[in-house]
């Protein structure tokens, strides 16, 4: 299943059917969009005229049942074409405008006398829409939330490729680190006993030998243990592997977003765990490295699905 990124945009429009009587209707256009950024969850707003109102209802229902999680905002216009506004006004508008305006100037003498222009926009405002705009509305909103999906489909692939990207290199990086480890650990060692004879050799010899050179072998175990990061890279190794998993051509697409980030978050508390243990220059260069592509990872993981 395709992995869907939080971010897309999609718009669709529809001419609405002429009524019978007439030009009422002839010309407006129905538009729709849908823009969609990242967020926890689900979030839908809705920018529509009072005419449309009524159906949003029915579009929050379909949203829901075809998204997941982002920031959704669903835009809905009605724009009549410039033929419809410029539409002849039929002979019994024109007699209720006269009457109107009759009726108005004998109660306000100072009223001006209605324009040519005020007769065309109150004629154009006069157009009627369909009386059931619900289907038109409905197929509309499928139109375009199966273009936001497939938007968000090809940007999800991309995303999900720079993870697979990333996740190659932190497991290079992972195997530079593995051969150091029992070199690290034994060069630590070796200097830990070479320090302990040295000031064993500046004592009184209260000491005895024997029980000192026993002292500093535990001492060095020890210490190799509080360094070694071999079961950091081990556990860093499994979070690599079910994140490619997760990336998988046969993943299914269930909150794949809010699993990879959390295994973000464990990735991250590994290569801080290598930083905080290394004893070598190399190995603090690896941990840097590691969590600079974390981050970028995080970056990414925040637009997916």
């Known amino acids: 299943?395709?992995?869907?990124?939080?971010?897309?945009?999609?718009?669709?429009?529809?001419?609405?059917?002429?009524?019978?009587?007439?030009?009422?209707?002839?010309?407006?256009?129905?538009g729709l969009e849908i823009r969609s950024v990242n967020s926890r969850f689900l979030d839908l707003s809705f920018r529509m005229p009072e005419e449309l109102r009524q159906h949003e209802a029915a579009l929050r229902e379909l949203l829901s049942a075809g998204l997941k999680r982002g920031k959704v905002e669903v835009r809905a216009a009605l724009e009549a074409s410039q033929d419809s506004a410029l539409a002849e006004p039929s002979p019994r508008l024109l007699q209720r405008l006269n009457g109107l305006q009759d009726t108005i100037q004998s109660?306000?003498?100072?009223?001006?006398?209605?324009?040519?222009?005020?007769?065309i926009r109150l004629s154009a405002s006069q157009s009627a829409l369909p009386d059931n705009l619900g289907p038109t509305v409905t197929t509309l909103a499928k139109t375009a939330l199966k273009q936001l999906n497939q938007a968000r489909a090809r940007e999800g692939e991309r995303l999900a490729q720079t993870l697979r990207d990333r996740v190659a290199q932190l497991r290079a990086l992972a195997e530079q680190a593995a051969p150091l480890i029992p070199q690290l650990v034994d060069q630590q060692r070796q200097r830990f006993l070479e320090r302990w004879r040295e000031a064993m050799a500046l004592t009184d010899g209260a000491?005895?030998?024997?029980?000192?050179?026993?002292?500093?072998?535990?001492?060095?175990?020890?210490?190799?243990?509080?360094?070694?990061?071999?079961?950091?890279?081990?556990?860093?190794?499994?979070?690599?592997?079910?994140?490619?998993?997760?990336?998988?051509?046969?993943?299914?697409?269930?909150?794949?977003?809010?699993?990879?980030?959390?295994?973000?978050?464990?990735?991250?508390?590994?290569?801080?765990?290598?930083?905080?243990?290394?004893?070598a220059l190399e190995l603090t260069r690896i941990s840097v490295d590691m969590k600079v592509l974390i981050e970028q990872m995080r970056e990414q993981v925040q637009n997916l699905e």
């Open 1 to 30: 299943m395709p992995i869907y990124s939080m971010t897309g945009y999609a718009s669709a429009q529809a001419s609405l059917t002429p009524e019978t009587n007439g030009s009422a209707g002839a010309g407006t256009r129905l």
């Open 107 to 119: 109660w306000l003498p100072s009223a001006r006398a209605l324009s040519v222009a005020d007769v």
């Open 207 to 279: 000491v005895l030998p024997e029980a000192a050179q026993d002292r500093a072998l535990t001492e060095a175990t020890a210490f190799a243990i509080r360094i070694d990061v071999a079961e950091e890279l081990t556990r860093l190794g499994s979070h690599l592997a079910e994140i490619d998993s997760l990336l998988g051509a046969t993943a299914k697409n269930d909150g794949v977003g809010k699993r990879l980030d959390f295994l973000i978050q464990e990735l991250h508390r590994e290569a801080n765990t290598l930083g905080s243990k290394s004893a």
